[in-house]
Nanobody, 119 residues
Framework: QVQLVESGGNLVQAGGSLRLSCGAS????????RGWFRQAQGKERDFVAA????????YYSDSVKGRFTISRDNAKNTVYLQMNSLKPEDTAVYSC????????????WGQGTQVTVSS
């Protein structure tokens, strides 16, 4: 069993920055990918970024590429999402996720943290 907990969501002004954190506990040795998703009010959940735990390879959605950076701290079993040049359209509940198989669906999810970008 795995538990994921996000933190760092806040209200920020457009153009500002924010860093989200996601800690993992439990059977974390099996988590081969860690990722971030977001869901705006009234919309479906969208992929934001992911990182391979083995080699650190990163993946980004086109909407955040160049502005957001996903990173990891292996010793702390923690993944971060550094968000720069924030836009109002980035407003959403951000959730961290993890999966145990390369081609499988994300198995574990955090509770979500609210990011609101004001104009």
């Amino acid at each position: 069993q795995v538990q994921l907990v996000e933190s760092g969501g806040n209200l920020v002004q457009a153009g500002g920055s924010l860093r989200l954190s996601c800690g993992a506990s439990g059977s974390t040795f099996s988590l081969i990918y860690r990722g971030w998703f977001r869901q705006a009010q009234g919309k479906e959940r969208d992929f934001v970024a992911a990182i391979s735990w083995s080699d650190g390879r990163t993946y980004y959605s086109d909407s955040v590429k160049g502005r957001f950076t996903i990173s990891r701290d292996n010793a702390k079993n923690t993944v971060y999402l550094q968000m720069n040049s924030l836009k109002p359209e980035d407003t959403a509940v951000y959730s961290c996720a993890a999966k145990t198989e390369y081609a499988g669906a994300y198995d574990y999810w955090g509770q979500g943290t609210q990011v609101t970008v004001s104009s």
